[in-house]
Each structure stands twice: as C-alpha cells, then as structure tokens.
C-alpha cells in the first residue's frame, strides 16, 4: 500500500522515533544558525515581545546573563531531526563596558504551526576562563 504524500512524511518521522507535532518540514545547518541570528537581533530591539516571539507557547529559556549583552557564536555543532534542531556550542556575550562572558549554550528548536521557534534554550558561563579569551 502506497502511503498519501502527507502521512509518508510523518511516518518517516515516526520510524526514526522522534516526537512530531506537524508534518515534517525539511532545515537545513544555514537555517537553524540563522535562527541563532534572528534571537540575537530581537534581544538589539530591547522589546521583549520581539524576544519572545521566537520561543514556542511552552518554552524554557535558563540564562547565564543579562543587561542586554549581544552574543557571537564562538564554536557550535548543529544537529538536525524529524521537526527539532540542535544548535550546541559556546559564544561570548560582550556589554557595553567593554567586559564579555563566556557561556555554553543549547538551543533546542521545535517546528510549531510552520515556524522554528525555541523550545529549549539554555546557557551557562564556563566554569574555567577560556585559553586565548
């Protein structure tokens, strides 16, 4: 039996054991950095409804820091599955005195109605300076 275009995709999702809200919607390692790049501009808005327009209903944001630091991505790896992406790395925060944090980070997207939002954001300054920082 020939599976309707629609349902092969979501059990081609079911098969590799992940969880799917919607349809599975193809991303690619560009688009889930851009993600990481549209966060950070909402954060330069200083609006917080720009910021949380990119968190899912349910969201969890764990931060490391605040008073409107800006982020660079330093080192990532960026996985991607069936409606989730990964983005895991380290980046630095720099403030406006010129003193920067160096933090871990995960960001854990989810598809939600057709839109990559962040289900899971967590972020934590290294416990050790890092060599060359």
Not at 60 to 75: A, C, E, H, Q, Y
Request: charged share 20%; with cysteine; hydrophobic share 35%.
């Amino acid at each position: 039996m020939a599976w309707p275009r629609g349902l092969a995709k979501v059990r081609a999702c079911s098969d590799q054991g992940f969880h799917w809200r919607s349809p599975h919607s193809p991303v690619t390692q560009a688009q889930v950095g851009a993600l990481f790049d549209r966060w950070n501009d909402s954060l330069r808005t200083l609006d917080p409804d720009k910021v949380t327009a990119n968190y899912a209903p349910d969201g969890v944001l764990l931060p490391t820091v605040s008073n409107n630091p800006r982020g660079t991505i330093d080192k990532r790896i960026i996985r991607i599955g069936c409606n989730v992406a990964q983005d895991v790395g380290t980046y630095t925060f720099k403030f406006k005195d010129g003193t920067s944090v160096h933090a871990r980070y995960t960001y854990v997207y989810e598809l939600v109605n057709g839109q990559w939002l962040i289900a899971h954001h967590h972020s934590s300054a290294m416990p050790e300076a890092v060599a060359g920082k």
